[in-house]
């Protein structure tokens, strides 16, 4: 599974700083004479390694465990069904001369629709791992922005932003890094709620 998801929508910084810059003024006169909205400079600011919180997450590698070990019963399965196809298809090969046209050519279409078989099973596995996977992205991202949400209320913080390589975020002092904390704060609320995760899906190895 890929790794490094962006689970969070950024804010682009420089749009921030722009706004800051054009509208300082008017927001300040607007923020005391409505009380609404907050000025640009009094914004309280944070970001997250978003790698590490996704990483560090409990419910995350607990379920990418669980894919993994999924993904390494279907691998099982399928080399024990490939190799049960080529082992027909060499006694095949060896007995086949003692067989007459006819069923010579059944068996050949026999053995053509068990590996047409065998692929299709091949790409459901596949479809179904990569569902899993998506699946668990979705959960992810809900779960985490539904913290985020409540973190940035709890520590009064307008704006957490999300630092990934390559994002829009080319520098943030460390000291409004909240990384750990989000990180200690969701693993906490994943021990105090396991059965609040979302199950597996289940194995269909056993259905085919």
Do not use: H
């Not at 400079?41 to 997250?48: P, Q, R, S, Y």
């Amino acid at each position: 599974m890929k790794k490094g998801l962006k689970f969070f929508g950024v804010l682009a910084l420089a749009s921030v700083l722009f706004y800051s810059c054009d509208q300082k003024t008017a927001s300040t006169a607007e923020t005391a004479s409505t009380g609404e909205g907050v000025a640009a400079g009094d914004m309280k600011v944070a970001f997250v390694y978003t790698d590490s919180v996704i990483n560090k997450y409990d419910y995350f590698k607990k379920m990418s465990e669980e894919i993994t070990s999924k993904g390494k019963r279907f691998d099982s399965d399928l080399q024990s069904r490939a190799k049960g196809f080529e082992q027909e298809v060499a006694t095949f090969q060896q007995t086949g001369g003692n067989m007459t046209p006819n069923q010579a050519r059944a068996k050949q279409d026999e053995l053509v629709q068990k590996e047409q078989n065998l692929m299709t099973y091949r790409n459901n596995l596949m479809q179904e791992l990569s569902a899993d996977e998506a699946k668990l992205m979705n959960d992810v991202y809900e779960k985490v922005q539904t913290y985020m949400k409540d973190y940035a209320k709890e520590n009064n913080i307008d704006i957490i932003l999300s630092y990934t390589r390559g994002g829009a975020m080319w520098y943030a002092t460390d000291a409004i890094d909240v990384t750990a904390s989000v990180v200690e704060g969701l693993n906490k609320e994943y021990v105090a709620n396991p059965a609040g995760a979302a199950p597996a899906a289940a194995d269909t190895t056993a259905k085919k």
